[in-house]
């Protein structure tokens, strides 16, 4: 029997967080290691840049698979690994502690499975509609739509919540607001590429999401389907 002196005050990292974390560490461990010289000898220099054509979701591309009904797995795969490959360390660096910040949070209330399929559909419906909303070249890159996902399913708890209480449930979107403010307000300083079209669009889809991914959801949807 444990004693509770023994028990850590502070709660662990749903495993799936720590995985996606993990997996972002070592991939942006093997690039900056690579671009210093320290591993991989003279030619990872250039892994960054590789990783980038291989693994970047390319807007191009995208629309030479549509134009010719081709998508083949290879450049399908770029829905999803765009998520873990980042322009520079201190891209990745952000974006991976946002993911920690905001995942832990969602995953101790939603499943594993559900947190993981939030993470990485957003990401992949925030790179549809950045091809779709923006007539753009320059490719996507980074962990961002998919933590923006884990910001709406965040936001979801927040305004369910305030909703049970009888409280504004206006107050739980400031978050996302202050964000996309922020990121505005570089784009118009400082200008680059408007990538932040595919977080917010990556936010909708993690807000919706957990409607049905909410423990209970589908049951407390058709509950109040019935009392309508």
Same mark, same amino acid.
């Given at each position: 029997?444990?004693? =509770?002196?023994? @028990?850590?005050?502070?709660?662990?990292?749903?495993?799936?967080?720590?995985?996606?974390?993990?997996?972002?560490?070592?991939?942006?461990?093997?690039? *900056?290691?690579?671009?210093?010289?320290?591993?991989?000898?003279?030619?990872?220099?250039?892994?960054?840049?590789?990783?980038? @054509?291989?693994?970047?979701?390319?807007?191009?591309?995208?629309? *030479?698979?549509?134009?010719?009904?081709?998508?083949? =797995?290879?450049?399908?795969?770029?829905?999803?690994?765009?998520?873990?490959?980042?322009?520079?360390?201190?891209?990745?660096?952000?974006?991976?502690?946002?993911?920690?910040?905001?995942?832990?949070?969602?995953?101790?209330?939603?499943?594993? *499975?559900?947190?993981?399929? &939030?993470?990485?559909?957003?990401?992949?419906? #925030?790179?549809?509609?950045?091809?779709?909303?923006?007539?753009?070249?320059?490719?996507?890159?980074?962990?961002?739509?998919?933590?923006?996902?884990?910001?709406?399913?965040?936001?979801?708890?927040? *305004?369910?919540?305030? #909703?049970?209480?009888?409280?504004?449930?206006?107050?739980?979107?400031?978050?996302? #607001?202050?964000?996309?403010?922020?990121?505005?307000?570089?784009?118009?300083?400082?200008?680059?590429?408007?990538?932040?079209?595919?977080?917010?669009?990556?936010? #909708?889809?993690?807000?919706?999401?957990?409607?049905?991914? &909410?423990?209970?959801?589908?049951?407390?949807?058709?509950?109040?389907?019935?009392?309508?």
């Amino acid at each position: 029997m444990s004693h =509770p002196d023994d @028990q850590s005050p502070v709660n662990p990292l749903p495993p799936v967080v720590t995985a996606l974390f993990l997996l972002l560490v070592g991939v942006e461990s093997a690039l *900056w290691l690579g671009s210093k010289g320290i591993v991989g000898g003279p030619t990872a220099v250039g892994w960054r840049l590789d990783a980038i @054509q291989r693994y970047a979701f390319a807007p191009d591309i995208f629309d *030479w698979m549509v134009a010719n009904g081709v998508y083949p =797995p290879e450049h399908m795969l770029r829905f999803v690994s765009y998520l873990f490959v980042h322009y520079n360390f201190t891209h990745a660096l952000f974006g991976g502690v946002l993911l920690l910040a905001m995942g832990k949070m969602v995953g101790e209330v939603f499943s594993g *499975w559900a947190t993981l399929a &939030i993470f990485v559909l957003s990401g992949v419906v #925030g790179a549809l509609g950045y091809v779709l909303v923006l007539d753009v070249s320059a490719p996507l890159l980074g962990s961002y739509p998919g933590v923006y996902g884990l910001i709406g399913a965040f936001t979801f708890l927040l *305004w369910a919540s305030l #909703g049970e209480v009888g409280a504004p449930q206006a107050r739980a979107f400031s978050l996302i #607001g202050m964000l996309v403010a922020i990121q505005l307000g570089f784009s118009l300083i400082f200008g680059g590429n408007p990538d932040w079209v595919a977080d917010v669009i990556g936010f #909708g889809t993690g807000f919706l999401m957990s409607f049905a991914l &909410i423990p209970g959801g589908w049951q407390r949807i058709r509950e109040k389907i019935r009392r309508q």
